[in-house]
Every structure is written in structure tokens, then in C-alpha cells.
């Protein structure tokens, strides 16, 4: 039995709207894969920075922690330091500007806070920074502790 042009039509059009439904189909696959593999990715870059900000956190806390521990431990010439101001020795001199006077600073590192400093204008007649003045006598320029144990007794 032959198909009339009418169902041959019809016949055809199904086949087209199957073929239709079928490519449809796939492509929706495919984005969906797509997808999949997007999110995957986003999901990889995300964990990738929660990563790296637990890791910073982590070492920005190591920092303050070290930071707040060696504020908190004291400095090796502390009692030396301390025994200075008690024997009553003063350093005159230049913080802002004079190399040597920062560098005596920088001997005693966080022990200075303890010795007895004042600028150099606050006692006339000084020439040379840093001056000690101890027991009434004074003594230019950068002083060793060995040297300032002797005029004073102190311990190092």
C-alpha cells in the first residue's frame, strides 16, 4: 500500500520533529556537562582561596603571637640598664640625627627604655654626642658596656 503525498508529509515531519527532539537533546547534554565542569572549576578556584585565607590568617596570627611574646619577654641588659639609672648615669644626646647616639641606643636594644636619656641642648656645654655624664664627670661618645660597668660598678 502506497502513502498519499499528504502522509508521506506527515511521515516526514515526524521524522523531522524526532530528529529535531533527538539533536535538542544532546545539545542539552552537553551544556549540562558544561556546566558540571564549570562548577567544578569554581568549586576547585573557591577551595583554592579559602585555602590560601586560612593560611594567611594562620600566619598573620603567628606573627601577632611572636610579636606579643617578644614585647612581653625582656631585653638581656635589662638589669644592667636598670642599675645604670640607679647609679644615676645620664646620656645626652641627638636621637633624630646623630649616627652614634642611635648606635649606643642600639646597643642596649630593648633595654634603653630603662636608661636615663635627654636630648643634648637640655645640658649646655655638651660638644660630641652621645655624652655620659656619670658622678659628675663626662665622657664623650659611645661608651662600651665594659666601660660604663667600670665608671658605675654595674654588672653586664
Do not use: H
Not at 640607679?86 to 647616639?101: F, L, N, P, R, S
Not at 642611635?102 to 660638644?127: D, H, R, V
Not at 664623650?140 to 658605675?152: A, G
Amino acid at each position: 500500500m502506497e502513502l498519499s503525498k499528504r502522509e508521506k508529509r506527515r511521515v516526514r515531519l515526524e521524522k523531522v520533529r524526532q530528529e529535531s527532539r533527538e539533536a535538542q537533546q544532546e545539545y542539552e547534554q552537553r551544556v549540562g556537562q558544561l556546566r558540571q565542569s564549570e562548577d567544578r572549576k569554581q568549586k576547585s578556584l573557591k577551595s583554592k582561596y579559602i585555602l590560601i585565607g586560612v593560611l594567611v590568617g594562620i600566619l598573620t596570627l603567628a606573627i601577632a603571637s611572636y610579636s606579643i611574646f617578644s614585647l612581653a619577654r625582656p631585653g638581656p641588659y635589662d638589669s644592667f640598664a636598670k642599675c645604670l639609672n640607679e647609679k644615676e648615669a645620664v646620656m645626652y644626646g641627638a636621637m633624630d640625627w646623630c649616627k652614634y647616639t642611635q648606635a649606643q641606643k642600639g646597643m642596649f636594644g630593648k633595654s634603653f627604655k630603662y636608661i636615663n636619656y635627654y636630648e643634648y641642648q637640655e645640658l649646655p656645654g655638651i660638644k660630641k654626642t652621645p655624652t655620659w655624664v656619670i658622678n659628675g664627670k663626662w665622657y664623650e661618645n659611645v661608651q662600651s658596656f665594659e666601660r660604663l660597668s667600670e665608671l658605675t660598678g654595674c654588672r653586664i
